[in-house]
């Protein structure tokens, strides 16, 4: 099959080497290569988020495990927990929280709008709060949260600081160590360019030091963090099989993000999603999020009313480029289009020239 240009908010493209890398023959979970393999996948892993004093887990499962496995680490029934509800995605924070028993407070934001840090630092006062959750990017509005400023105001606090990092990590700014962050999560389907299936958390020192101490009190059993940290201490050691193939690929995945450098990722992406959105707005269309909290690894677009399948619809078919609509009440007024991992230059300009020749109207 010829390959398309995905550009929907993950999966993303792989290189060819992940690729080949998915095809090699089958090896055993327990097998020493294997093991070796995964013990690096550890310390790449850490690179990526820039976790060199927590401790690192990876694991199968989608970043929906990964939010599970954060609430699950945090909360006990009863606890109250502050959400930054900015979108879809912080939603569902609200809604995994909830089935933990959490007393959940949220701060919402307008569609597309970011959370205030003031507003945090305020709403924590009147608290205790037992923790805080924060989108770094929420795909759903396509809103980037002014994270270091908010994690801030959570340890100022004394409140855990709880991260999705699903569509940053890899492609924007977050640095685990230097943000004091608690817990911080991702995915392997979007900045990072491996196939979909894998979760990555990096996890602070002291509150591993907390989860140890909680021991039978975490309530659920594949998602809890500590039957995990036997495999990451000793990648041989059995609790559930990983999708092996998938694993190898982070790892080649990971590899390649550490070759080109976090700072220089960062400011592909960044130098990508600035192309992108000069083009989408040279095309007199309007961006849904406001200047200064655009994500640089996911544009959300406003199209006409009724317009956006057409447009996406013309985009693939005479283009071969495939980007996502909007969620829910904006799936025909609104395009998402991601644009990390990967994705070269030449792409980004590939994508403006189509985008400018897509039909527009319904
Ligand atoms: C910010 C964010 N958090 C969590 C998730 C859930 O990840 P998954 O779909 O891999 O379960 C996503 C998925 O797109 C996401 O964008």
């Not at 099959?1 to 908010?9: A, D, F, H, S, T």
């Not at 089935?99 to 970011?114: D, Q, T």
């Not at 101490?213 to 990451?232: E, S």
């Not at 956006?308 to 904006?330: C, F, K, M, T, Y």
Request: charged share 25%; with cysteine.
């Amino acid at each position: 099959m010829e390959e398309r240009l995905l550009m929907v908010p993950g999966p993303t493209n792989l290189s060819k080497r992940v690729r080949e890398v998915l095809s090699q023959p089958q090896v055993g979970h327990t097998d020493p290569d294997f093991a070796k393999n995964f013990s690096e996948t550890l310390q790449l892993a850490r690179k990526a988020f820039r976790n060199n004093n927590g401790y690192q887990f990876v694991f199968t499962g989608t970043g929906t495990v990964g939010m599970e496995a954060a609430v699950a680490a945090t909360v006990e029934a009863g606890d109250k927990v502050l959400v930054l509800n900015t979108g879809y995605f912080g939603q569902r924070m609200v809604d995994i929280n909830r089935c933990y028993g959490a007393h959940v407070e949220e701060l919402g934001s307008g569609f597309g709008m970011h959370a205030d840090p003031d507003a945090v630092g305020k709403m924590l006062a009147g608290g205790p709060f037992k923790a805080l959750y924060v989108t770094h990017v929420d795909t759903g509005t396509t809103v980037c949260n002014p994270i270091a400023d908010i994690v801030k105001e959570a340890k100022n606090a004394g409140v855990l600081a709880i991260v999705d990092g699903v569509c940053s990590v890899g492609g924007i700014e977050l640095d685990f160590d230097k943000m004091g962050a608690d817990l911080a999560f991702a995915g392997s389907q979007k900045a990072l360019a491996a196939p979909p299936g894998a979760v990555l958390v990096a996890v602070s020192k002291e509150f591993l030091a907390q989860l140890e101490a909680k021991k039978d009190r975490i309530r659920t059993y594949y998602a809890n963090l500590l039957r995990w940290k036997g495999v990451m201490d000793d990648p041989k050691t059995y609790f559930a099989t990983p999708a092996v193939q998938l694993m190898q690929a982070l790892n080649q995945a990971l590899k390649e993000v550490d070759e080109e450098g976090l700072d220089n990722r960062w400011s592909r992406h960044r130098s990508n999603a600035k192309t992108i959105r000069d083009g989408i707005e040279g095309t007199k269309s309007k961006l849904v999020v406001e200047k200064g909290y655009r994500a640089d690894t996911v544009t959300g677009i406003w199209t006409e009313p009724g317009a956006a399948p057409a447009i996406q619809r013309s985009l693939r078919e005479e283009h071969g480029i495939d980007v996502a609509r909007g969620l829910g009440e904006n799936n025909t007024k609104m395009l998402r289009v991601g644009h990390f991992g990967n994705l070269t230059e030449k792409q980004a300009r590939f994508f403006v020239d189509a985008f400018a020749a897509a039909k527009k109207t319904p």
